[in-house]
């Protein structure tokens, strides 16, 4: 039985979403639709403001008890102002100003008695116009707003005054370079910028409830009566091309709400009749209405607004059914799923091919239906118990055309011959007493291989072959011979381009039949060998153009069989697959291939394997599939059928989507509170924080994340890291929140990216530092300053016991000189009394023992000095050995050579302590792309010295490399409160700021030779800079500020000076110890003029010659004889100079 009829065979055109009071939307009615700068949806309703994100909707509503909520919940209009913030006319209440950073809401009212104010509290219409003012469209006029000095100027209609308003009535505005266009009951009117005169557009349309300007050149006037107008905003003449809409659309409708510009189409919506799109170039004017039959038809036909956002979705504001909206942009998969004659959504199909001429066949579980796109005809073809000359069963399994054009039917109960032409079937059933006959009627593919042999899979009775012209079957089944085929339930025959014939069985694997030799070749599954195949039920087969046969099973995936190494590769859903049950596959011309599967319609690169994944919110008819349900057309486009109707496509029309949607970090929790500290937070823009300072105690943080893409939010993935705390990105999870615990001190950065609906990812990432302080135990400067403690205390004990030892020496020097002065007396007694001793010679053999008593007591003394002068040496070398281990301290402080030329390559220093260590130091470092390099002379030599110029460089280590500051003056602004923090200064008065003694003078600058420029602060110290001027060395010399880097009667900011680099140019760092230094034939200063000139004098020597001059010439100093002829001044302070060659 056929049945032919004419219907609108249709694709659907477009799937809508909806967004409705369900879903959190205030009201069902859609007023007013815009799109902030930041990517946020906002809605108007007659219940409140709507915000959408593409998840949650956030709304704003009034409260007569909070002046800063806004000020009537029903909106007609929005609009964003030149700072992103949201511009309310609500009806009845004035318009809001919402500030978006803060939630903080302000009103501009109407008062009669104060004709600065607005004209009404209703408002229909906002525009704010290059100028920053704000336009308001009311039911009592227009008004110019001024929102910085909130005065407003009204525009009315005067009755005898042809340069007024033409009506009081207000619905829209638009502007070019020279008028403010305005939109009345009563038609449109100019306003003149500069003079604010009025001028009314004869012949315009009235009830101008939408303009919109279009290259400044054409006005677009969407009328409530009129349909679509076009004004020349030149001649100022209007076209009435589009007034009778109906006429390129039968369904169009002349009431016009609104429209809206998208490339070369605008959308125009209707009062009563749904939207419409007009192609500009086509003139094709199509229809989208509401249809109860068909789901994600648009909500409603009562439409009130239309709005385009930034990623191509268009919104629709209805009159009571919410909010539709439809990506612009989807994939042309054209999805067919309405069956206009049976008034019935098309769902279970199952075969479907195209014809030689055009014509699609869809086998059905109730017959067969074919589409003629031409004549936009169907016709329908079943069973008929009563004919014999009809289709044997309606359960329609799989459909081909073959080499004569006729067709053939496979069924649930038989095979079937069509021969169009002859309108004419035979069927073809299994007859158990004929061998020549079907060896099984349930059917379930068929084939026509090269030879024009008919090819029949069949459930339970193998694959049969028929001869169309011997009108014979030859039938192959399953049999203990291992050259037969390995099951009897079939499911597909499919023929490669050697002409082998391929059979998939249901759980008996995949056979290959050499016609040549009569032989089938098995493969099966194998569950110990990996390499075997996949999975036992094969449901589908096509041949790459590499040779590779490609094989869908159902429950194991995808394997890619090569016929020549006769290996397999496996492709599931541990690889990307949505779904390891495949329905079909397909190869398109741009080496990939596209499956069917349970879950969806997947696209795979035949060298590469990648794999792109399409699912219902892309367009396609349902996740769900069938077996059978796919062909390839001579055109090259693909037809895929399934539970939900079947999509006609071609896979070169399928891209990718490339827009990035706006990434926006929403709310930040630290501790699970929202709320910062002032010094917590830097901010990048007045929403968007940069960095997080926080203490070692805040260190729980939770970053809340959206994307603003709104064509399918639900396959946007995010992904983040925390820099130096994360090894990998992690892929975030449904909540979109990052979530971090007890985070150590350190330096971290958050970086955050979203790929779009198709996941393309973003090359936008965000970024927020974060710096968690140590607890002030960990800290360098807590370290420093144990360390210097530990060593001077060191030095004090060693201090106090040397002088013990030099207080003994002392006491026994003196004990030695009165024992030796009494021995002197007693020996001029003795040679006074030598006569009284010879006579007493008795006597003194007598006291011959005391005297030799006496020796040997003066002897031991004696060894007891040379024993405390060894003490003495050993204090003394102890005391030498500390200074030098605080020398190594010193030194490891100091950039080393290998650092110092990696920054500078031509520089030199000369550094000379007077003492082992040194109060001078030097100190380089590379932070952001620039050089910071500097020279500091603390106070005092030695030891003291070396101990401020330790706590000097930990400070700029601090300061520049972990605060990344590379500006000179604020260096030694922080440097200097470091040191006075340190050094506990203070000092109430003058003469208190006087006595401190303690702090450094510096000379630092900060290279940047990708700009070609220098910066330059000095605390007391100069800088010279020398160039060759016209084979003239010039020494230009710029004297740093008068302050040291210490507590100080003058606290200014220190002076930073800039200055540009020119190639061969020498800058030259240095302490007062060059300068200072005694010497010479009359034992003076050396002076800073001599020292200009020696630098000037050896400016053409290569750099490492003059660090050689300038050490020689300062020890020379030294070495001159004065006028007496003494020799060797001794250094009296440390001497540093650092010099730079500038190679721009």
């Known amino acids: 039985m056929i049945i032919a009829v004419q219907v609108n065979a249709q694709p659907q055109k477009a799937k809508f979403n909806y967004l409705t009071n369900r879903d959190g939307l205030s009201q069902n009615s859609g007023r007013d639709i815009i799109q902030d700068s ?32 806004i000020s009537n919940n029903y909106i007609n209009a929005l609009a964003v102002d030149y700072k992103g913030n949201i511009l309310i006319g609500t009806d009845g209440g004035g318009l809001d100003y919402l500030d978006i950073t803060t939630d903080s809401v302000s009103h501009f009212v109407h008062s009669p008695t104060d004709t600065n104010t607005i004209s009404d509290n209703v408002i229909y219409a906002i525009h704010q116009d290059v100028n920053s003012y704000i336009w308001l469209g009311t039911p009592n006029g227009a008004c110019r707003l001024d929102p910085k000095n909130k005065t407003a100027i009204r525009f009315h209609y005067q009755k005898d005054n042809p340069h007024s308003l033409s009506h009081n009535v207000i619905f829209s505005f638009a502007e070019d370079d020279q008028y403010i266009w305005v939109g009345t009951y009563s038609g449109i009117c100019t306003i003149q910028k500069e003079s604010l005169q009025v001028e009314r557009i004869t012949n315009s349309p009235r009830y101008c409830k939408s303009i919109y300007m279009k290259d400044k050149s054409e006005l677009w006037v969407g009328s409530l009566s009129e349909g679509v107008s076009i004004i020349n905003t030149q001649t100022k003449k209007n076209s009435s091309k589009y007034t009778k809409l109906n006429e390129l659309n039968a369904k169009a409708d002349n009431r016009i709400t609104d429209i809206a510009f998208q490339g070369n189409t605008i959308w125009i919506s209707s009062q009563d009749s749904g939207i419409f799109s007009l192609n500009l170039k086509t003139q094709v004017l199509e229809s989208f209405r509401h249809n ?88 329908y073809i079943k069973h008929d118990p009563e004919n014999n000359n009809s289709l044997c069963d309606n359960f329609v399994t799989s459909i081909i055309q073959d080499s004569d054009g006729d067709f053939w039917f496979g069924t649930n109960s038989g095979l079937s011959y069509y021969h169009p032409e002859k309108n004419l079937f035979t069927n073809f059933f299994s007859l158990p007493e004929d061998s020549n006959s079907l060896a099984s009627s349930s059917i379930w593919g068929l084939l026509e291989d090269k030879d024009g042999l008919i090819w029949i899979s069949t459930w339970g009775g193998g694959v049969s072959c028929y001869n169309k012209q011997t009108g014979k079957f030859t039938n192959y089944l399953h049999s203990n011979n291992k050259n037969s085929i390995p099951a009897d339930n079939t499911h597909l025959v499919y023929e490669d381009s050697q002409g082998n014939i391929w059979i998939g069985t249901w759980e008996g694997g995949l056979s290959c039949y050499n016609k040549e030799t009569n032989t089938f070749k098995n493969y099966i599954h194998e569950p110990k060998n990996e390499s075997s195949l996949i999975h036992n039920t094969v449901v589908t087969l096509c041949e790459d153009k590499n040779k590779n046969i490609w094989i869908g099973t159902f429950g194991g995936g995808i394997d890619i069989f090569n016929p020549t190494t006769e290996s397999f590769k496996h492709l599931t859903t541990e690889t990307g697959l949505p779904s390891n049950s495949i329905m079909g596959i397909l190869e398109d011309n741009n080496n990939n291939v596209w499956a069917s599967t349970g879950k969806g319609l997947v696209k795979i690169n035949i060298n590469n394997y990648k794999i792109w994944h399409y699912d219902i919110s892309d367009g396609i008819q349902g996740n769900e599939f069938a077996q059978h349900g796919f062909f390839k057309t001579k055109s090259g486009k693909f037809l895929f059928s399934g539970a939900d109707g079947f999509n006609f496509f071609h896979p070169d029309s399928i891209v990718h989507n490339l827009y990035e949607p706006q990434l926006i970090i929403e709310k930040i929790l630290i501790n699970g509170k929202k709320h910062f500290r002032k010094d917590e937070v830097i901010y990048k823009t007045d929403r968007e924080i940069s960095e997080l300072n926080l203490a070692y105690n805040r260190n729980n943080i939770s970053f809340f994340f959206v994307a603003l893409h709104y064509a399918n939010p639900e396959k946007i993935m995010y992904k983040y890291k925390l820099e130096d705390f994360d090894n990998e990105w992690i892929i975030a999870d449904r909540s979109r929140i990052a979530k971090y615990t007890n985070i150590p001190p350190g330096e971290y950065t958050f970086m955050l990216k979203a790929s779009n609906c198709d996941k393309i990812w973003s090359d936008n990432i965000q970024e927020i530092i974060i710096s968690i302080a140590p607890p002030f135990w960990k800290t360098s400067w807590f370290y420093i300053i144990s360390s210097v403690s530990l060593i001077v205390i060191l030095i004090l004990i060693v201090k106090l016991r040397e002088m013990k030892l030099k207080k003994d020496k002392q006491v026994l020097e003196q004990k030695v000189k009165e024992r030796t002065i009494e021995i002197e007396q007693q020996n001029e007694e003795i040679k006074a009394q030598r006569d009284s001793i010879l006579e007493q010679k008795n006597h003194i053999v007598q006291q011959k023992e005391e005297i030799e008593s006496q020796r040997d007591e003066i002897e031991a003394q004696r060894d007891l000095v040379t024993s405390q002068m060894k003490d003495i040496e050993h204090f003394n070398k102890e005391i030498t050995d500390s200074i030098h281990y605080a020398k190594r301290i010193q030194a490891a402080i100091l950039p080393t050579e290998e650092f110092a030329i990696s920054l500078l390559p031509e520089h030199f220093v000369l550094y000379k302590p007077k003492d082992i260590v040194s109060g001078d130091f030097y100190w ?221």
């Open 38 to 69: 930041i990517g946020f949806i906002w809605i108007a309703t007659e219940m409140g403001l709507d915000k959408f994100d593409g998840y949650n909707i956030h709304s704003y509503s009034q409260n007569p008890l909070n002046s800063n909520s």
């Open 292 to 379: 109860r039959e068909i789901e994600n038809t648009i909500g409603s036909d009562h439409i009130r607004c239309l709005f385009i956002d930034g990623g191509g979705v268009l919104w629709v504001g209805t009159q009571y059914s919410g909010v539709s909206y439809y990506n612009t942009k989807s994939k042309p998969f054209n999805h067919y799923n309405y069956d206009y004659y049976r008034k019935k959504k098309l769902s279970s199909l199952q075969a479907i091919i195209e014809d030689n001429t055009g014509d699609i066949w869809i086998g059905t579980l109730d017959g067969i239906i074919v589409y003629n796109a031409k004549n936009n005809t169907t016709k």
């Open 924 to 1144: 380089m470092s590379h932070v952001e792309g620039q050089t910071i390099v500097a020279v500091a002379d603390c106070t005092g030599h030695g030891v003291p010295g070396a101990f401020m110029s330790m706590l000097g460089a930990a400070f700029l280590n601090e300061i520049v490399n972990k605060e990344y500051i590379t500006h000179t003056g604020v260096i030694l602004r922080r440097l200097r409160k470091e040191v006075i923090k340190s050094l506990q200064q203070k000092g109430d008065t003058n003469e208190d700021l006087s006595t401190v003694k303690d702090g450094m003078d510096m000379t630092i600058c900060t290279i940047d030779n990708k700009e070609g420029t220098l910066q330059f602060s000095g605390a007391n110290n100069p800088l010279y800079i020398l160039t060759k001027d016209n084979e003239e060395v010039q020494l230009r010399e710029i004297k740093g500020d008068k302050m040291p880097i210490a507590i100080y009667e003058k606290m200014d900011k220190f002076t930073t000076h800039t200055i540009e680099l020119a190639t061969e140019q020498r800058i030259y760092l240095f302490s007062d110890g060059y300068a200072d230094q005694f010497g010479g034939p009359k034992g003076k200063k050396f002076k800073y003029k001599p020292f200009k000139q020696l630098l000037i004098d050896s400016y053409a020597l290569p750099i490492n010659e003059q660090h050689s001059l300038m050490e020689k010439a300062i020890d020379d100093w030294m070495m001159l004889s004065d006028e007496e002829g003494n020799k060797a001044y001794e250094q009296v302070d440390d001497i540093t100079l650092l010099g730079i060659k500038i190679n721009k």
